[in-house]
């Protein structure tokens, strides 16, 4: 029998030959609406959050008041003095938050990249060995059903957003809808799997709807990156090198990581929030208004 845990960090890590879903007609949405965001979707360059480096001194506060918060939960930081500094998405979350909440963090103005500017860099061949790595971007939350993945930390996402939607411009009828949530941050508890739960950072989470999050059930080929949203449009599905891989449920779907995985595929369907090992990472760009 073929261990579901190793399949996930295979895909994760390089993996181009996972069995494809059958394909199942869906309804077709309106083009990404997204909410205001501080992040420029072209930017520069990144920077690979490490250990040592032109940002050493960046990181290692970071680290260090990262871990002040998180001591204990799966947002702790290992600390070090050299190399790359491995990350999942809720690690993710603990440092934005972190930068978030402090000036002198916030007064260098870095963040972790989000999904749209990580595809734009990796359209420009600017990102390190992305062949090698993953990276988790954001959440994806389809729906709050108990029966799906991750259900307390939807129903602690969907709460935020509720809480925050005046802010992102969301109407009552918008939470209803499957959302990406790129840049959430993380607040101590000890209720969640992880010890946090995932909450809305207005002006720097981004919140938004996407077309392809109607491809439930279906693994499509694309053609092109991911420039609206992190991920691609239908009309550059079904054709292309690159794999979209969405979850095979077309109900009680639950709560999701959205990344890019090894092999170069954009992945909607990864229900592991704190998945780790030494190929996953954490892209840092400047932001464009800090």
Do not use: C
């Not at 491995?86 to 963090?105: E, F, P, V, Y």
Request: charged residues 20%; hydrophobic residues 30%.
């Amino acid at each position: 029998m073929v261990n579901k845990r190793f399949l996930q960090t295979a895909e994760r890590w390089k993996n181009p030959s996972l069995p494809t879903e059958k394909i199942q007609p869906v309804r077709q949405r309106a083009p990404p609406s997204q909410s205001s965001t501080n992040f420029s979707a072209n930017p520069d360059g990144s920077f690979l959050f490490s250990y040592e480096g032109e940002h050493k001194d960046f990181f290692q506060e970071l680290i260090t008041k990262v871990n002040a918060i998180y001591l204990g939960t799966g947002a702790e930081i290992p600390t070090g003095t050299s190399g790359e500094v491995q990350g999942h998405l809720i690690k993710r979350m603990g440092l934005i938050s972190t930068i978030a909440n402090d000036s002198n963090l916030r007064s260098v103005g870095l963040y972790p990249i989000t999904a749209t500017q990580s595809e734009y860099l990796l359209k420009e061949g600017k990102l390190t060995n992305p062949e090698y790595n993953w990276e988790d971007f954001g959440m994806v939350l389809y729906d709050r059903n108990q029966n799906g993945k991750n259900p307390k930390e939807a129903q602690a996402l969907y709460d935020s957003l509720k809480s925050n939607r005046q802010d992102l411009n969301l109407s009552l009828s918008d939470l209803e809808n499957r959302l990406i949530v790129v840049n959430p941050g993380a607040e101590i508890d000890s209720s969640m799997p992880h010890g946090v739960k995932p909450i809305i950072i207005p002006g720097i989470t981004q919140v938004y709807q996407h077309e392809v999050l109607e491809k439930v059930g279906e693994d499509p080929n694309f053609e092109g990156y991911g420039l609206e949203g992190g991920l691609p449009l239908l009309n550059q599905l079904g054709r292309g090198s690159r794999t979209l891989y969405m979850p095979n449920e077309t109900s009680d779907i639950g709560l999701r990581v959205l990344y890019r995985n090894g092999g170069l595929g954009l992945d909607a369907r990864g229900d592991g929030l704190a998945d780790s090992n030494e190929h996953g990472r954490v892209n840092f760009a400047r932001s464009a208004s800090l």
